[in-house]
Structures are given as C-alpha cells and as structure tokens.
C-alpha cells in the first residue's frame, strides 16, 4: 500500500487533463431545480445523524481529545452472498473484547461490520442495556436503541459509537445486521467502574 | 464558491428549503460533478441524471452538514457515495451489461480519420472516458479526481473516506489499470463476465 504515484504514460497524462472541459448545459439546470423544488426542503436530522454529526467532531483527534475513551472493537462477519454462512447465521466468529471505562467518561464502541462483499443495503441495530445510553454532541439521548441502513462496502466497515455508563456494573451492547434473510447478533461487553 | 459569512448565510437558507441558495452554493461545483459522473455513467444522459440524483441527496441531508468539514468536501463526499452505489446497484450493472457498442466509436474505431479537429477531439473524449470506465470503480475514483479534477491526496481521502496512503495506491493502480485498458485499444462496450462491476469491486484492496 506504500507504492509511491507514478505518473500514466507521459501523453496519457496530457490526455487526462485534457478531459477538464465544461460539459455544454443541455437545460441541465433547469431540470436540476425542476427536481429539487420537487423534493421538498431538506429532511429533518434523525436521531442516527446527531450521532454520527458528534463523532464527526471528534473525528479531528479521535482518541487523544476524548481523553479516557475508550474502544471496543466488535467483529461482525457478514457472510453476505456467501451460502455457507447465510446456513449457519450464527457462526461467524467474533472476538470479543471486555473494556474497563470509567463511569464518568464517555466511551467509544467501534463497531466494524466486516462484509465479503459490498453490499447495496444492511439493517444495522445498536442496542443499550438499562444503565447506558448514546452519547451525541455532549448530550445524553434518550433512546435505548439506532436503527439505521447503510451499504456495506467489501471488507471493514467501521461504525463509531459514543455510550456513557452512568454507573459501574459490566453492560452488554447488542448490535445487529441483516441482509436480506441473513441476521446476525454479536455482542460486545464494556465494564464500567467507578471513577 | 461564496466565502464565510456570505457561505454560511446561504448553507442556512438552503437548509430550510430555499432552492436558490442551494444552487449558489454548487453552482462552482457543478462542471467537475458532472464530469466525474461521466466516470460512472454510460452516456452523457445518464450521467446528467447521476449527477442530478446525487445533487438532490446533497440538498435532502443538508441538514445533516454542520460545518465539520469544508462544504464542497462534504458535498462531494456525498456525490461520491452516490455515484458507487449507483455502479454497484443492480440498476448500475444491468445497465453495464445492456451496454451497446456507440454506433460512431464503432465506426471510427475502424481507423477512419474523423472529419474534422473537432470531432476527432470529440471521439478521442468518449474513447478516454470509456477505457475510465474500465478502470475498477474504487481506483476510478482516485483516477479522476487526481489526474482530471486536480484535487489533492488530501480532498480525495475526506471524500472517499480513506487514509491518504490508500489515496496513493488507488491512484497507482488506477493508473496501471487505465494503462492497460489503452494499450488493448481502449475499447469498450459488450462487457464481458469476467469485468463485471461486482468482480472487479471485490479486487480491489482497501
């Protein structure tokens, strides 16, 4: 993955940016507006967009700014397309990780939805135990439970999730995929302790 | 593309539906989308209305954007997911396939000189554009907006989402692939099964 650019064949190259021209309008426009006004205003932010709006700002310095957050990786193979599994739903083999987190902190869950091969939409569900909750923009959301669908691409798809314990005990978060017929549940426990 | 104040105020109206602020706020970006459909679009129809499709998902979440990116990184971003999922698609394919050879690349492929600067200028645009299209999509990507839209290893990770190193190596073997597509003639149409769009995806590393 270290390979340094090289440039295409010298007149290749040329050709290239010779592609940088405008396309002619052709009423693009028009058709453009035809079809926005026809939308409707800009749909309201759903409870799955505020949190991913608050991982994007803490994408910056991820791990360093968020201090004592923590990371608990859970693997999800997707046995997408692939007859053997969608058979066996529950075998994919997962590893899971138990992470110590201070209840005063906010923790970070990575969940990384592992497919063989891309896929155009997956039924993705998060839950949190009684105890936990999600975690967006500094603020602590009331819902136990994201819902959400995606496309998946082939190989690692990794979802980060903010939760804060509000008191020690040992949690389990259940997260969910479905494809097509094809469901599989992992979980993935995060021990809070005082602190 | 407006600055600061004057950017914030229309990404404001735009997010409560004002569809003029809207078109202010793509109008710079506007050729460079339409072009890089092209990359994943059969005709230039089809790209238009790729383009149009992507533009109208970027105005229905605009809510979702909350300055924690530079907007045209964003806009884009949400462009390019649009145009993959397009390819990937059942639509996407099955257009693919149902691809019929272009009438005059076929004629001219036949080494006929064009009649004129212009349409040579003309053919040899649609033979580049089509031997992109050969190119496995993930590198594609890297392809265009390097090499043709001259963004940075930096705009085109934020876009596709990537780190920087996976930018560089696309774009490597992007090249590689285009090389080879021009040294075979470049030409397309009757795709066979085994460049199908999901094979080629599932070649391509991370």
Do not use: C, M
């Given at each position: 993955m270290t390979e340094p650019p090289i440039s295409p064949e010298p007149g290749v190259e040329a050709r290239l940016r010779a592609l940088r021209v405008d396309p002619p309008e052709d009423g693009f426009s028009a058709e453009l507006h035809r079809r926005l006004a026809a939308v409707g205003p800009p749909r309201p932010v759903g409870l799955w967009g505020r949190v991913r709006q608050g991982m994007e700002r803490w994408r910056p310095a991820l791990?360093?700014?968020?201090?004592?957050?923590?990371?608990?990786?859970?693997?999800?193979?997707?046995?997408?397309?692939?007859?053997?599994?969608?058979?066996?739903?529950?075998?994919?083999?997962?590893?899971?990780?138990?992470?110590?987190?201070?209840?005063?902190?906010?923790?970070?869950?990575?969940?990384?939805?592992?497919?063989?091969?891309?896929?155009?939409?997956?039924?993705?569900?998060?839950?949190?135990?009684?105890g936990l909750s999600f975690w967006s923009d500094?603020?602590?959301?009331?819902?136990?439970?994201?819902?959400?669908?995606?496309?998946?691409?082939?190989?690692?798809?990794?979802?980060?999730?903010?939760?804060?314990?509000?008191?020690?005990?040992?949690?389990?978060?259940?997260?969910?995929?479905?494809?097509?017929?094809?469901?599989?549940?992992?979980?993935?426990?995060?021990?809070?302790?005082?602190? | 593309m407006p600055d600061g104040g004057q950017l914030e105020a229309l990404i404001g109206r735009a997010q409560q539906g004002d569809v003029?602020?809207?078109?202010?706020?793509?109008?710079?970006?506007?050729?460079?989308?339409?072009?890089?459909?092209?990359?994943?679009?059969?005709?230039?129809?089809?790209?238009a209305d790729l383009a149009q499709e992507a533009l109208v998902k970027a105005y229905t979440n605009l809510r979702v954007f909350r300055f924690q990116s530079a907007f045209a990184s964003w806009l884009y971003a949400i462009v390019h997911h649009v145009f993959l999922d397009h390819v990937r698609s059942r639509r996407g394919k099955e257009r693919a396939l149902e691809e019929p050879l272009d009438p005059v690349r076929h004629e001219r492929g036949s080494g006929a000189p064009a009649a004129d600067e212009q349409l040579a200028k003309e053919e040899e645009r649609r033979r580049l554009w089509?031997?992109?299209?050969?190119?496995?999509?993930?590198?594609?990507?890297?392809?265009?907006?390097?090499?043709?839209e001259g963004h940075s290893y930096d705009e085109i990770a934020a876009i596709e989402g990537v780190p920087v190193g996976t930018v560089k190596s696309r774009l490597f073997r992007g090249r590689e692939a285009l090389r080879k597509v021009l040294g075979q003639g470049g030409e397309v149409g009757g795709t066979s099964p085994a460049s199908t769009p999901s094979q080629r995806e599932r070649s391509v590393p991370g």
């Open positions: 791990w360093p700014a968020v201090g004592v957050a923590a990371g608990v990786a859970a693997f999800l193979v997707l046995g997408a397309l692939r007859p053997a599994v969608s058979a066996s739903p529950s075998a994919p083999v997962a590893q899971e990780l138990a992470v110590k987190v201070p209840a005063s902190k906010v923790a970070l869950i990575r969940l990384n939805f592992s497919a063989d091969v891309a896929v155009e939409t997956a039924q993705l569900h998060v839950e949190l135990p009684a500094g603020e602590e959301l009331a819902q136990r439970a994201l819902d959400w669908e995606q496309p998946l691409s082939a190989g690692d798809n990794v979802i980060p999730i903010a939760v804060r314990g509000a008191r020690a005990g040992e949690y389990r978060v259940v997260a969910t995929a479905r494809v097509g017929e094809q469901r599989i549940e992992h979980d993935v426990v995060l021990r809070v302790i005082d602190g | 003029r602020a809207f078109e202010q706020l793509i109008a710079a970006q506007l050729p460079q989308i339409r072009r890089y459909a092209l990359a994943f679009a059969r005709s230039e129809a089809d790209a089509a031997a992109i299209r050969q190119v496995p999509v993930d590198l594609r990507s890297a392809l265009v907006l390097f090499d043709i």
